[in-house]
Protein backbone atom coordinates (compact mmCIF):
# COMPACT_ATOMS: atom_id res chain seq x y z
CA UNK A 1 0.00 0.00 0.00
CA UNK A 2 1.23 3.18 -0.48
CA UNK A 3 0.00 5.55 1.52
CA UNK A 4 -1.73 5.30 4.89
CA UNK A 5 -5.53 4.81 4.71
CA UNK A 6 -7.77 6.71 7.66
CA UNK A 7 -10.61 5.18 9.55
CA UNK A 8 -12.98 7.36 7.26
CA UNK A 9 -11.18 5.48 4.31
CA UNK A 10 -12.08 2.36 5.63
CA UNK A 11 -15.51 2.62 6.66
CA UNK A 12 -15.99 3.39 2.65
CA UNK A 13 -13.78 0.58 1.67
CA UNK A 14 -15.89 -1.87 3.19
CA UNK A 15 -19.09 -0.47 1.68
CA UNK A 16 -17.64 -0.60 -1.72
CA UNK A 17 -16.04 -4.50 -0.80
CA UNK A 18 -19.43 -5.65 -0.06
CA UNK A 19 -21.48 -4.13 -2.68
CA UNK A 20 -18.97 -3.68 -5.84
CA UNK A 21 -18.84 -2.38 -8.17
CA UNK A 22 -21.47 0.09 -6.59
CA UNK A 23 -22.29 4.24 -7.78
CA UNK A 24 -21.00 6.83 -5.27
CA UNK A 25 -24.52 7.83 -4.97
CA UNK A 26 -25.28 4.56 -3.52
CA UNK A 27 -22.47 5.10 -1.22
CA UNK A 28 -23.41 7.79 -0.08
CA UNK A 29 -27.10 6.43 0.90
CA UNK A 30 -25.54 3.35 2.86
CA UNK A 31 -22.66 5.81 4.64
CA UNK A 32 -25.95 8.03 5.59
CA UNK A 33 -27.78 5.15 6.81
CA UNK A 34 -24.78 3.18 8.74
CA UNK A 35 -22.54 5.78 9.49
CA UNK A 36 -24.42 9.09 9.89
CA UNK A 37 -22.77 11.08 7.05
CA UNK A 38 -23.65 13.72 4.58
CA UNK A 39 -23.44 12.89 1.15
CA UNK A 40 -20.45 15.75 0.85
CA UNK A 41 -18.01 13.86 2.85
CA UNK A 42 -18.87 10.77 1.26
CA UNK A 43 -17.79 12.00 -2.05
CA UNK A 44 -14.92 13.52 -0.06
CA UNK A 45 -13.68 10.62 1.28
CA UNK A 46 -14.52 8.16 -1.99
CA UNK A 47 -11.98 11.39 -3.90
CA UNK A 48 -9.34 10.68 -1.58
CA UNK A 49 -9.40 6.83 -2.14
CA UNK A 50 -9.20 7.52 -5.95
CA UNK A 51 -6.14 9.67 -5.51
CA UNK A 52 -4.51 7.55 -3.46
CA UNK A 53 -5.16 4.41 -5.39
CA UNK A 54 -7.50 2.27 -3.69
CA UNK A 55 -10.71 2.57 -6.34
CA UNK A 56 -11.37 3.65 -9.11
CA UNK A 57 -14.32 5.68 -10.48
CA UNK A 58 -15.83 5.17 -13.81
CA UNK A 59 -18.52 7.02 -15.31
CA UNK A 60 -21.33 6.94 -15.89
CA UNK A 61 -22.98 6.90 -12.61
CA UNK A 62 -19.78 7.30 -11.35
CA UNK A 63 -19.48 3.38 -10.26
CA UNK A 64 -16.37 2.52 -7.64
CA UNK A 65 -15.19 -0.63 -7.66
CA UNK A 66 -11.66 -1.37 -5.59
CA UNK A 67 -8.36 -1.61 -6.52
CA UNK A 68 -7.26 -3.21 -3.05
CA UNK A 69 -8.07 -6.31 -1.58
CA UNK A 70 -9.92 -5.66 2.07
CA UNK A 71 -7.28 -8.83 3.14
CA UNK A 72 -4.40 -6.85 1.39
CA UNK A 73 -5.55 -3.74 3.58
CA UNK A 74 -6.04 -5.70 6.90
CA UNK A 75 -2.55 -7.45 6.73
CA UNK A 76 -1.23 -3.88 5.48
CA UNK A 77 -2.88 -2.41 8.92
CA UNK A 78 -2.31 -5.09 11.37
CA UNK A 79 1.43 -5.20 10.24
CA UNK A 80 1.68 -1.59 10.85
CA UNK A 81 -0.26 -1.79 14.32
CA UNK A 82 2.53 -4.49 15.41
CA UNK A 83 5.36 -1.86 14.15
CA UNK A 84 3.55 1.17 16.17
CA UNK A 85 2.86 -0.45 19.16
CA UNK A 86 4.77 -3.54 19.90
CA UNK A 87 8.33 -2.37 17.86
CA UNK A 88 7.31 -5.11 15.31
CA UNK A 89 6.81 -8.17 18.01
CA UNK A 90 3.83 -10.28 16.82
CA UNK A 91 4.66 -12.01 20.23
CA UNK A 92 3.91 -8.77 22.64
CA UNK A 93 0.44 -8.54 20.25
CA UNK A 94 -0.63 -11.63 21.11
CA UNK A 95 0.62 -11.42 24.46
CA UNK A 96 -1.28 -8.37 24.69
CA UNK A 97 -4.70 -9.67 23.48
CA UNK A 98 -4.75 -12.55 25.60
CA UNK A 99 -4.11 -10.35 28.99
CA UNK A 100 -7.22 -8.42 27.78
CA UNK A 101 -9.61 -11.66 26.69
CA UNK A 102 -10.48 -14.33 28.62
CA UNK A 103 -10.35 -17.64 26.13
CA UNK A 104 -12.87 -20.59 26.05
CA UNK A 105 -10.95 -23.87 25.64
CA UNK A 106 -12.37 -24.46 21.96
CA UNK A 107 -10.48 -20.49 22.01
CA UNK A 108 -7.37 -22.21 22.95
CA UNK A 109 -7.46 -24.75 20.36
CA UNK A 110 -8.71 -23.05 17.64
CA UNK A 111 -5.91 -20.57 18.02
CA UNK A 112 -2.92 -23.74 18.39
CA UNK A 113 -4.15 -25.21 15.19
CA UNK A 114 -3.84 -21.84 13.64
CA UNK A 115 -0.56 -21.39 14.99
CA UNK A 116 0.22 -25.34 13.36
CA UNK A 117 -0.63 -25.37 10.43
CA UNK A 118 1.77 -22.34 9.83
Known sequence: ????IFDSEIKVMEII???EPV???DISVVAADKIGWNKNTTYT?????EEK???KREDPGFVCTSLVTRDAVRKNETKGLVERLFGGSKKALFSALLDDEELTGDD???LRRMIDKR
Do not use: F, H, P, R
Open 1 to 4: MKEK
Open 17 to 19: WDS
Open 53 to 55: GYI
Open 108 to 110: IEE
Open 23 to 25: SAK
Open 45 to 49: VIKKL
